[in-house]
């Protein structure tokens, strides 16, 4: 199914940058491009900013001295700081550094446990008869990344599409193009700025003007697509979570399958499923017709 209108001859991109913080002695940085706020508890907004740091390092790991120099504290506080996360289970060293520690898992158990919509968006999927038999996910905006909350396998699982926990840059993947269409371009634009557009395939945006084309398409067709943008070969409808019209989406819902599949698919009962279970999980009341 082609879908993606005026920019199917560019691509989308990522947009992740290494996420560093700058300068946090008394501030907490902002991610790449640098914005400090005022910190109420020093100690504890570098131990944040430490934690947000080596996560986005995610598998490569970063050493104290790596870390310091991002953050730009003094080494012997840094390492400090990083000796009372290691012992309190919230940071690991391994071989190549210093990485997330299991007592996060605690942290993102308790706040999926907390949150009905993972719930929900589980239960919809079993019951909506094609997303039943496919990959689907549900995914939160944050910045210029999309972090995955849950995934559900059907019966035509995908081994190569994202888990819980990862992140992805808004640009190549349908769930951040289907919740930045919810800005307007002035806001996307602003949230993009200093974020450089890397390649996750040969399909993906490399430019802010190409990037703002699709999401006019995605406003247009009322979902977005990903063509092999993340995953050579593997492709992915989604739509936005929405409170309110005109409301900016936090949340976006998503089915991925393999290009070589969508032939035998019915792709637009497919992207009505995707619409139902986002304005489910919007609302209850909106999917049933209560």
Same mark, same amino acid.
């Given at each position: 199914?082609?879908?993606? $209108?005026s *920019? ?5 991109s ?5 996420? *560093? %913080?700058? $300068? @946090?002695g ?8 640098g914005?400090?706020?005022?910190a109420?508890?020093?100690a504890?907004?570098?131990a ?6 080596v ?5 490569r790991?970063?050493n104290v001295?790596?870390v310091?120099?991002?953050l730009?504290?003094?080494?012997? %506080?840094t ?17 190549? $550094?210093?990485?997330?520690?299991r007592? /996060?898992?605690?942290w993102?158990?308790?706040y999926l446990a907390?949150?009905?919509q993972?719930?929900q968006f589980?239960?919809?999927?079993r019951r909506?008869?094609?997303i ?6 549900l995914?939160?905006l ?5 972090l ?6 059907? /019966?035509?699982?995908?081994?190569? +599409? ?6 992805f840059?808004? +640009?190549? /993947? ?8 919810? #800005?307007s371009p ?7 700025r200093?974020?450089?557009?890397s390649?996750?395939?040969?399909r993906s945006?490399?430019?802010?003007e190409?990037?703002?084309?699709e #999401?006019?398409s @995605?406003?247009?067709? $009322?979902?977005?697509?990903d063509?092999?943008?993340? /995953?050579p ?11 309110g ?8 819902? %998503?089915?991925?399958? #393999?290009k ?7 792709t637009?009962? #497919? ?5 139902e279970?986002a304005?489910?999980l %919007?609302?209850?009341?909106h999917?049933t017709?209560?």
């Amino acid at each position: 199914m082609k879908v993606r $209108g005026s *920019s199917d001859a560019g691509n989308p991109s990522d947009a992740v940058g290494a996420g *560093s %913080s700058a $300068g @946090v002695g008394g501030s907490v940085g902002a991610g790449a491009a640098g914005i400090s706020a005022p910190a109420i508890v020093p100690a504890v907004a570098r131990a944040v900013a430490i934690m947000d740091l080596v996560s986005r390092a995610g598998a490569r790991g970063l050493n104290v001295a790596d870390v310091a120099r991002e953050l730009g504290l003094a080494k012997s %506080s840094t390492g400090n700081l990083c000796a009372e996360l290691e012992a309190a289970g919230l940071l690991e060293r391994n071989e190549v $550094g210093l990485v997330l520690g299991r007592k /996060t898992l605690d942290w993102a158990g308790g706040y999926l446990a907390s949150n009905d919509q993972v719930g929900q968006f589980y239960r919809q999927c079993r019951r909506l008869p094609l997303i039943a038999r496919e990959a689907a996910k549900l995914a939160l905006l944050d910045g210029a990344d999309v972090l995955f909350l849950a995934r559900y396998d059907g /019966t035509n699982p995908i081994r190569l +599409t994202a888990h819980v926990g990862d992140r992805f840059p808004v +640009t190549a /993947t349908a769930t951040g193009k289907a919740m930045m269409a919810t #800005l307007s371009p002035e806001v996307v634009a602003d949230r993009l700025r200093d974020r450089p557009f890397s390649a996750l395939t040969g399909r993906s945006i490399l430019t802010l003007e190409a990037y703002l084309e699709e #999401l006019e398409s @995605v406003r247009e067709r $009322g979902f977005a697509y990903d063509d092999e943008e993340v /995953t050579p070969g593997v492709v992915c409808y989604a739509a936005a979570v929405q409170d309110g019209l005109g409301v900016p989406a936090r949340l976006a819902v %998503s089915v991925t399958l #393999l290009k070589v599949r969508e032939a035998e698919v019915d792709t637009a009962q #497919l992207v009505s499923e995707v619409k139902e279970l986002a304005r489910f999980l %919007s609302n209850p009341l909106h999917a049933t017709g209560h």
